[in-house]
């Protein structure tokens, strides 16, 4: 099975907003509400930021949402920051296949 | 505050082993689920394998590239993860991140910095 595909970067000004696809299958994206996205900062550790499609964990700044559409996953952040500057990774259950991780996008905050 | 903390990657040949260690600290260790994730160079993450806790049975699973060759255990007494690597690819060159693997909410909740593991003549 193939990665998960997202573009390989966007950009966006500070205050702007960005939007980062993720597109998958109807053997994961689009048959489970198991979509969870990753920000990964050069030398950092990988963190989560959103969980089943949409969910914000404890601490992770309102500013990031996510959503669905079919095999579509999206990641939207708002009030661009430089501090938003980073890798990002979707991830989807996929069945059988456990967890199926997307190639990431850099997001670059001019 | 969560940590862990991978060690033991380095250079090995082709052919040959390594094991990597992950110290966990900051959550009850024993009731956790725990995975391996790798990054090749260039390229996105993937999922390595994983294990649920004793209390769920403290069986494992892999990804299909790695099945057969690479196995995980863990010593909850010393809160530490491992990953076996045996008949290493140059493919299997990668940063190897050690995780929680939060069955609650299907994702990978806390991740260590990882450890460089590069397969190589």
């Known amino acids: 099975q193939s990665a998960l595909t997202q573009p390989a970067s966007v950009s966006g000004s500070p205050g702007q907003s960005i939007t980062i696809s993720c597109t998958g299958t109807?053997?994961?994206?689009?048959?489970?509400?198991?979509v969870s996205w990753y920000q990964h900062r050069p030398g950092k550790a990988p963190k989560l930021v959103i969980y089943?499609?949409?969910k914000r964990p404890s601490g992770v700044s309102n500013r990031f949402s996510g959503s669905k559409s079919g095999n579509t996953a999206s990641l939207t952040i708002s009030g661009l920051q430089a501090e938003d500057e980073a890798d990002y990774y979707c991830c989807s259950y996929a069945g059988i296949t456990y967890m199926m991780f997307g190639g990431g996008t850099k997001l670059t905050v001019l | 505050e969560v940590q862990l903390v991978e060690s033991g990657g380095g250079l090995v040949k082709p052919g040959g082993s390594l094991r990597l260690s992950c110290v966990a600290s900051?959550?009850?260790?024993?009731?956790?689920?725990m995975s391996w994730v790798r990054q090749a160079p260039g390229k996105g993450l993937e999922w390595v394998g994983r294990i649920k806790s004793k209390t769920d049975g403290g069986t494992t699973d892999f990804a299909a590239p790695v099945k057969g060759r690479f196995t995980i255990s863990r010593d909850d007494s010393k809160n530490t993860l491992y990953l076996q690597m045996n008949s290493l690819k140059t493919e299997d060159t990668a940063v190897y991140y050690c995780?929680?693997?939060?069955?609650?909410?299907?994702?990978?909740?806390?991740w260590g910095q990882g450890t460089l593991v590069t397969v190589s003549s």
């Open positions: 109807s053997s994961d994206v689009g048959n489970y509400n198991l």
């Open positions: 089943d499609v949409s």
């Open positions: 995780t929680t693997d939060n069955p609650v909410i299907t994702s990978f909740d806390y």
């Open positions: 900051g959550f009850t260790f024993s009731n956790a689920w």
